[in-house]
Nanobody
């Protein structure tokens, strides 16, 4: 089992940047695929980005391609989401999720472990 804790959310103006972190504890994190999802009020949780084990592959939602970058530091048991050129539509609670021995998925069903989320608010 792995425990996930997100951090780095906050309030930022449109066009600004934030870097989210997902810290893991409990198991060898390098064996886990990790995804970032977000959920805005009144909307379903949606896929943002994912990274496979050992940093082999990365995946992005079309809405964030070219603006967001997912990365991982297995030595620190952490995954990051660098978010640039933020827009008000990016406002949501952002969650990281992990699944062992996986390649990464754009579906919430593809992840067994979830963090509690961190709020990102982008003002216009």
């Amino acid at each position: 089992q792995v425990q996930l804790v997100e951090s780095g959310g906050g309030l930022v103006q449109a066009g600004g940047s934030l870097r989210l972190s997902c810290a893991a504890s409990g198991r060898t994190f390098s064996n886990y695929a990790v995804g970032w999802f977000r959920q805005a009020p009144g909307k379903e949780r949606e896929f943002v980005a994912a990274i496979s084990r050992h940093y082999v592959n990365t995946y992005y939602a079309d809405s964030v391609k070219g603006r967001f970058t997912i990365s991982r530091d297995n030595a620190k048991n952490a995954v990051y989401l660098q978010m640039n050129s933020l827009k008000p539509d990016d406002t949501a609670v952002y969650y990281c999720a992990a699944e062992p021995w996986a390649l990464g998925s754009d579906s919430t069903d593809g992840y067994r472990y979830w963090g509690q989320g961190t709020q990102v608010t982008v003002s216009s």
